[in-house]
C-alpha cells in the first residue's frame, strides 16, 4: 500500500512491524519518540509486532524488557531468531536430540522449550549446532562448534548481523562471529534463519489478517533486505547503524519503500519520504555530470534526500555530490554527507 501526499503513512497499514535495537531503543534505553510512538499505534489500535535477530532474549524476556523502557508488549507480539531457529531444529531432529550452543543461556531455554537437548561439547555428539549472539562468547565456544560441524553437525546460525548498535558505535554483532567458523570450516552455515531471510516477517505478516504490513528497520542488510525478500514494505529510519550514504550506495535488494529521520514519519506527512523521488520536485533538482551529481535549490531536506536516491540509484557507480549553494550544502550536511571536492 502507498501513502499518498498529505496522508499519514501508518494508515496505510493494518500491522506495523518493528525492529527493536536501533529502532524501539539503544541498548537499554528508549530511542528518543520510541515509546510515544508505539504508545499511539495501541491508541488508534494498530496492530504491532517486534522482530529480532537478537538471540540473547527470549520473546517474554524482550517483552519485559520492553515493558520496562514504557512500551508494552506481549510475547506472542515478539519473534527472535532464537525461538525461530528452535522450532526449525524441532522439525528437523528427533525429540531430546542433543544440540550444541553457541549463545546466550537464551537460545538454550528455548531448544529446551521444544523439547531438544543442549550440549556444551562436541564429544557430546551433537547432531547440530546452533550459533546466536552471546555477549561471553569466546574461543572455547567456537572450537567446540568447529568440532562438531567438521564431525557431521548440521550447523545454524541464528542471523548474521556483522555489527550491532551501541552508544560507542557499531561493535561485533553474531555475523563477525559466524566468519570466525566459516575461516576456520572454509564453508558456511547450513542454514539462516533471521534476517535478511524472510522468515521473521512473513510470520508476523500472516498475523495481520490479510492487510497491509509495513517493516520498520534501521539497518539496510537486515530489516530492509528482509522486508523485501518478504513481499513487504519497508521504512528506513536513521536511528541506528545505517545511514544516508549507506542509502545512496544500496543495491537493488536494500532499497527501502521509505525513509524517515526516526519514528515520527509513522504519523507526520512531512516526516517521511517515498523513495526514490523526483530529480526536480520539492524545490530542489538534482543532474548528474559523470561521477558526480548536482544538489541545487531549497525545500525539506528529505524531498532532496529522495531526488538523491534517484540519481544514485539510476548511476553505475555510487557518485560523488555537489552542492550549489547554501542550503544544498546544509541538506547534505544533515544526513551526515561530504560534498565532493
Known amino acids: 500500500m502507498n501513502a499518498g501526499a498529505g496522508e499519514r503513512l501508518v494508515d496505510g497499514y493494518t500491522l506495523v ?10 541498548i537499554d534505553r528508549p530511542i528518543p519518540g520510541a515509546v510515544e510512538a508505539v504508545a499511539r499505534l495501541h491508541a488508534e489500535g494498530r496492530a504491532v509486532a517486534y522482530a529480532t535477530n537478537n538471540a540473547s532474549r527470549r520473546s ?15 510475547p506472542e507480539e515478539v519473534l527472535t531468531s532464537a525461538a525461530a531457529s528452535a522450532e526449525l531444529l524441532r522439525d528437523r531432529l528427533p525429540a531430546g536430540a542433543p544440540v550444541l550452543v553457541v549463545g546466550a543461556e537464551a537460545l538454550r531455554a528455548e531448544l529446551r522449550a521444544v523439547g531438544l537437548t543442549p550440549v556444551s561439547k562436541a564429544d557430546e555428539n551433537p ?20 568440532v562438531a560441524v567438521r564431525a557431521g553437525a548440521l550447523w545454524i546460525a541464528t542471523n548474521t548481523d556483522r555489527t550491532l548498535p551501541s552508544g560507542r558505535g557499531p561493535l561485533p554483532g553474531n555475523g563477525s562471529l559466524v566468519a570466525v567458523l566459516r575461516t576456520a570450516l572454509e564453508r558456511d552455515p547450513d542454514v539462516v534463519v533471521g534476517k535478511p531471510e524472510s522468515a521473521l516477517f512473513e510470520t508476523a505478516a500472516r498475523r495481520s489478517g490479510g492487510g497491509g504490513s509495513l517493516v520498520v528497520g534501521d539497518r539496510l542488510d537486515t530489516d530492509i533486505e528482509g522486508a523485501r525478500r518478504a513481499g513487504l514494505d519497508s521504512l528506513l529510519v536513521l536511528t541506528g547503524v545505517s545511514g544516508v550514504p549507506d542509502l545512496l550506495a544500496a543495491g537493488p535488494q536494500r532499497r527501502p519503500t521509505y525513509v524517515a529521520r526516526d519514528l515520527a514519519g509513522l504519523f ?8 526514490p523521488g523526483p530529480t526536480d520536485a520539492g524545490g530542489w533538482s538534482v543532474t548528474g555530470h559523470d561521477s558526480t551529481i548536482e544538489l541545487a535549490g531549497s525545500g525539506r531536506p528529505l524531498d532532496a534526500l529522495a531526488a538523491l536516491c534517484a540519481a544514485a540509484w539510476s548511476a553505475p557507480a555510487p557518485p560523488k ?15 551526515g554527507l561530504t560534498a565532493a571536492a
Do not use: C, K, N
Not at 517474554?60 to 506481549?74: C, I, K, N, Q, W
Open 268 to 275: 507526520d506527512p512531512a516526516a517521511a519520504v517515498r523513495v
Open 127 to 146: 547432531a547440530a549446532v546452533v550459533q546466536g549472539y552471546g555477549p561471553q562468547v569466546g574461543w572455547a565456544e567456537l572450537a567446540e562448534a568447529s
Open 17 to 26: 512491524v518493528f525492529d527493536l535495537d536501533g529502532v524501539i531503543y539503544l
Open 60 to 74: 517474554s524476556e524482550v517483552a519485559d524488557l520492553l515493558t520496562g523502557m514504557g512500551v508494552p508488549a506481549r
Open 321 to 335: 555530490i555537489r552542492p550549489i549553494g547554501p542550503d544544498a550544502a546544509h541538506a547534505l550536511e544533515s544526513f
